[in-house]
C-alpha cells in the first residue's frame, strides 16, 4: 500500500469511526453475546449458565409462544396487504391533476407521526365496543351486532389491523414520490398506443414502480414482525384468550418481567432468521413481477 | 380530466382524508368534553353546556336519561332518592315490577311526557340535585372543556418533568445523531479508500438486525455501567450513527460536485475543515431531515424508555401516558384524550412547521432504495 492510499484509508476511517466503534459496541458485541446468552440460563442478576439447547426446545413446546408466533403471522397477513393496496390506490388517486394534493397528502400523512403510545390510547376509545366511534358508525348503517373488536378472540387482529393501516400514511408517500417518477414517455406511448387508464395503470405504472411496491413489502414484513408498542398499549396479558399475545410483546414479558433473558435471546434469534427467510421468500416469489430498470 | 373521473376523484380523496382525520378530531373532541357527554348515544362531537331557566334565573345542569312516555317521579320505599316509573306501572301508590312484585312508592309527580313532548332528567351542575324539566326548557351552547388539560396533566403525574426530560433527550439525539451520522456520511461518500464499499454493505445490513437481538445484551451492558434508571441509555448511542441515517445523508453528499473537494484540497484544506465549512452548509435540507426524523423518533420511542427507566422522575411524555392510562378509570377518556392530544400536538406543530423536508425526506429513502 503506497503512503497515499494509507493515508487515505486513514481519514476514511478517522471519519467513519463513531460509526465503527458504535457497530462494535451496540451492534456485534450484543449480538454476539445474544447468540451466547440465547444458549443459557440467565436472569442479568447473576452469571448466565450454559443449559445447551434447552431453551429452544422449550419454545418447541411452549403454547403461548406459538399462539404469539400465529397472532403475529395473521395479523402481519391482514394488514400488510390491505395497507399496500390502500396506500396505492391513495397513491395513484393522489397523483391525478387535482386542486389540493398538498392538504391530502398532509392530511393522510398525518397519522403515521402519531406516537405508537398515544394511538394506541385513541384506538383503545374508537374500538370501544359500546361506547366507541367505530360501533355507533356501524350501528347507525345498520349493523345489528357490531364486533367487540377488544373482547371478542376473533376480532382483536382486524382492529390492530385497522391501527397499523391509519397509519400507512409513509407508504402512501414514498409510492407517490415512485409514480412521480414513472417516465413521461413510457406513459406517452401507451396512450399514442391506445391503451385505456385502466390499462396503463395495471402495464405501465404499476411495473414501473414495482421495486418500490417490493421494497414497501419488505419493510412491511420486518416491521410487522417488530410490531410491540400499540399492541402493548391497548391490551394486558395478551387481550383476550391472548389473541392479542404478539411475538415482540411475549419476548419483552419473557426478559423483563419473567426475567427470562436467555429464553428472549433465543426468541430474538429465531425471530431474526424467521425475517430474513420471510426476506428471502419474498424475494424468490416476486421475482417475476418487480422490474428493475436499467439506469 | 373528465369532469366525471375528476369528481370520483375528489369523493374518493375526501373520504380518505375523512377516515384518517376522524380518529384525531374525535380525541380532540372527547379531550374538551366533560365526563358525561363522552358516552352520549348518538356521539356529540361538539361539546356543549346545558341550561335550565325557571323563575328568570338560568342554572347549569347535567343531562340525564330521556323520558319519551307518561311517567311517575316516585321514591319506592326503602329508596333513598326517587327514579322515573312507567305511569302505567303505578296506580294508588303501588308499583307492580316487571317481575309482578308490588312496591308501595311515594310519588313525587306526574310527568306528561309524549314522543312528541319529551322530557328529560337533569342534575344541577352546582348541587347534583336531580330533577326533571321539559326538553323544550333546556337550553345548551357550545363550550369546550379547556380545563381538561390541566387535569390530565396533574393526572398523568409530573407532566413538566416527563417534558423536560423527552426535550432533553430529542435535543441531545438530534445533536448526536446529525453530527455522527453526517461524519460517517462523509466518510462513505466523498472520501476514497479501500475496503469501503465493502463496509457500506455491513453498515446497510446491520438494518435488518431486530432491535430485539440487541436488546437483552445492551440492557446487561447499561445495567454492568450503572446507567439503568438514568437517560443515559436513550441518548448515548445517537452519537455513534446510525445506518439509515448515513444511508440517507450519502445520497445527498453524493449529488455534490466533487470539483468543490478538489479546489479547496488544492488550496490546502484540511479534510475536516472541507466537511465542515463547505460540505455541510450545502446539506442543510438533509441535515434538517435526519434532524427531524431524530427528534420524532425519540419523541414517539417508547419500547427505549420502557426497558431503561425505572423512576417516575426520569419518566419520559410516552411512559407517563402508558401509566396514566393504566391508572385511569373507565370513565376517565376525556382525561386520557387530553393528555393523548398534548403529546400528538407538538408533533403536528412540528409536521406543519417542516412539511417540505418530511416530504422530501422520506421519498429519497423510499424511493432510490
Request: glycine share 8%; hydrophobic share 50%; aromatic share 14%.
Amino acid at each position: 500500500m503506497s503512503a497515499g492510499e494509507r493515508k487515505r484509508l486513514l481519514t476514511g476511517l478517522a471519519f467513519i469511526s463513531p460509526w465503527l466503534v458504535g457497530f462494535g459496541v451496540f451492534t456485534i458485541y450484543p449480538i454476539v453475546a445474544s447468540l451466547y446468552y440465547s444458549f443459557c440460563d440467565y436472569d442479568v442478576l447473576s452469571r448466565p449458565i450454559w443449559v445447551g439447547w434447552l431453551n429452544y426446545q422449550d419454545m418447541l413446546t411452549d403454547d403461548v409462544y406459538w399462539k404469539s408466533l400465529n397472532n403475529t403471522l395473521i395479523f402481519g397477513a391482514i394488514s400488510l396487504p390491505l395497507g399496500l393496496c390502500f396506500s396505492l390506490a391513495l397513491a395513484v388517486l393522489l397523483n391525478r391533476p387535482v386542486a389540493g394534493r398538498g392538504l391530502f397528502r398532509a392530511i393522510y400523512y398525518l397519522p403515521s407521526l402519531v406516537p405508537a403510545v398515544a394511538a394506541g390510547a385513541v384506538w383503545l376509545w374508537i374500538l370501544n365496543t359500546r361506547n366507541g366511534l367505530l360501533n355507533q358508525a356501524l350501528l347507525w348503517l345498520g349493523v345489528d351486532r357490531p364486533p367487540q373488536w377488544l373482547d371478542d378472540p376473533n376480532w382483536t387482529k382486524p382492529g390492530l389491523a385497522l391501527v397499523a393501516i391509519w397509519g400507512c400514511g409513509n407508504t402512501v408517500v414514498i409510492l407517490l414520490a415512485a409514480l412521480q417518477g414513472v417516465p413521461r414517455a413510457l406513459l406517452e406511448a401507451a396512450i399514442i398506443d391506445g391503451a385505456s387508464a385502466w390499462r396503463r395503470l395495471w402495464h405501465v405504472v404499476i411495473p414501473a414502480i414495482s421495486p418500490v411496491i417490493y421494497f414497501n413489502f419488505i419493510v412491511g414484513v420486518i416491521g410487522a414482525l417488530q410490531t410491540f408498542a400499540t399492541v402493548f398499549v391497548m391490551f394486558t396479558n395478551g387481550g383476550p384468550d391472548r389473541s392479542a399475545e404478539f411475538y415482540a410483546v411475549y419476548l419483552y414479558e419473557n426478559a423483563f418481567e419473567f426475567r427470562q433473558m436467555g429464553y428472549a435471546c433465543a426468541m430474538a434469534w429465531v425471530l431474526f432468521l424467521l425475517t430474513l427467510g420471510l426476506t428471502w421468500l419474498a424475494s424468490r416469489s416476486t421475482r417475476g413481477f418487480v422490474h428493475y430498470s436499467g439506469e | 380530466m373528465r369532469p366525471l373521473p375528476k369528481l370520483l376523484t375528489y369523493l374518493a380523496l375526501c373520504a380518505g382524508a375523512a377516515v384518517f382525520l376522524l380518529p384525531l378530531l374525535w380525541m380532540l373532541s372527547t379531550a374538551l368534553k366533560p365526563a358525561e357527554q363522552t358516552t352520549v348515544q348518538p356521539p356529540l362531537w361538539l361539546p356543549r353546556r346545558y341550561y335550565v331557566v325557571e323563575n328568570d334565573t338560568r342554572r347549569e345542569v347535567k343531562l340525564g336519561g330521556t323520558i319519551a312516555n307518561a311517567s311517575v317521579w316516585a321514591t319506592p320505599a326503602g329508596a333513598t332518592a326517587p327514579i322515573v316509573l312507567p305511569q302505567s306501572d303505578v296506580r294508588d301508590g303501588v308499583w307492580t315490577t316487571s317481575n309482578g312484585r308490588q312496591v308501595n312508592v311515594d310519588t313525587h309527580a306526574v310527568i306528561p311526557a309524549s314522543p312528541d313532548d319529551p322530557w328529560r332528567e337533569v342534575a344541577d351542575a352546582a348541587t347534583g340535585r336531580r330533577t326533571l324539566v321539559r326538553d323544550a326548557a333546556i337550553q345548551s351552547r357550545i363550550a369546550p372543556r379547556w380545563e381538561n388539560f390541566g387535569q390530565a396533566m396533574r393526572a398523568m403525574g409530573d407532566f413538566w418533568r416527563y417534558f423536560g426530560n423527552t426535550v432533553v433527550l430529542c435535543v441531545l439525539n438530534v445533536i448526536g445523531m446529525v453530527l455522527s451520522s453526517s461524519l460517517v456520511a462523509y466518510g462513505f461518500s466523498r472520501l476514497e479508500w479501500r475496503g469501503r464499499e465493502s463496509l457500506f454493505l455491513v453498515l446497510l445490513g446491520t438494518m435488518m438486525i431486530p432491535f430485539a437481538v440487541t436488546m437483552v445484551p445492551l440492557y446487561s451492558m447499561f445495567r454492568a455501567l450503572g446507567w439503568i434508571g438514568t437517560l443515559r441509555p436513550l441518548w448515548v448511542t445517537a452519537f455513534f450513527a446510525s445506518a439509515f441515517n448515513v444511508f440517507l445523508l450519502r445520497q445527498f453528499f453524493r449529488t455534490i460536485p466533487r470539483e468543490l473537494s478538489e479546489a479547496a484540497r488544492i488550496d490546502g484544506c484540511s479534510e475536516f475543515r472541507i466537511f465542515w465549512q463547505i460540505i455541510l452548509p450545502l446539506c442543510r435540507p438533509a441535515l434538517v431531515v435526519v434532524g427531524l426524523f431524530t427528534f420524532l423518533g425519540t419523541w414517539n420511542d417508547f419500547l427505549g424508555p420502557l426497558i431503561y427507566l425505572t423512576d417516575q422522575r426520569d419518566f419520559t411524555l410516552a411512559l407517563g401516558l402508558k401509566s396514566m392510562q393504566q391508572k385511569s378509570a373507565l370513565t376517565d377518556w376525556h382525561y386520557l384524550m387530553a393528555a393523548s392530544t398534548l403529546i400528538i400536538l407538538p408533533i403536528i406543530a412540528l409536521f406543519i412547521a417542516a412539511q417540505r423536508s418530511f416530504v422530501q425526506g422520506i421519498a429519497t429513502t423510499g424511493g432510490k432504495s
